[in-house]
């Protein structure tokens, strides 16, 4: 389950979105150290969500909006969520090591919640 990825696009997979039904969502990968320090920092939204890896804190000061965090340990499981608003530092979570971000709101229709298992693919 240590698994290393590249900078580059993919696809995450929710198993029991909506309606119980599998969500695809375009994802963006920052694997580097680099991507993960740029993250979302400089724009105004993100087309999908973004998945900084490894990752288990992140912070939201020179943001423009607000994002949806969600904590991913090592077999992609969900262990919280949280909104955070520009300006803000997330504590680390000692479990976490990977993190998704995302538009505020928008994990809660993919149905990413604690418990929830993810699937990532790259292309």
């Given amino acids: 389950m240590g698994r290393r990825w590249r900078d580059g696009q993919g696809r995450l997979v929710v ?3 909506p309606g119980g039904r599998a969500v695809a969502v375009p994802l963006e990968i920052a694997a580097s150290y680099r991507a993960r320090t740029k ?3 400089g724009r105004d939204a993100v087309d999908g969500a973004l ?3 490894p990752a288990n804190s992140v912070h939201t000061f020179r943001m423009r909006f607000p994002i949806d965090v969600a904590y991913l340990d090592r077999r992609l499981t969900v262990i919280a969520v949280r909104t955070m ?5 997330g504590l680390p979570r000692p479990r ?3 993190v998704l971000e995302a538009e505020a709101g928008a994990m809660a229709g993919w149905g990413v919640r ?3 298992r993810v699937e990532v693919t790259e292309r």
Avoid: M, N
């Fill in 114 to 116: 604690a418990g929830v």
């Fill in 96 to 98: 976490a090591r990977h």
């Fill in 39 to 41: 993250g979302l920092l």
């Fill in 51 to 53: 998945l900084l890896s």
């Fill in 85 to 89: 608003r520009p300006g803000r530092l």
């Fill in 15 to 17: 198993d029991g979105g």
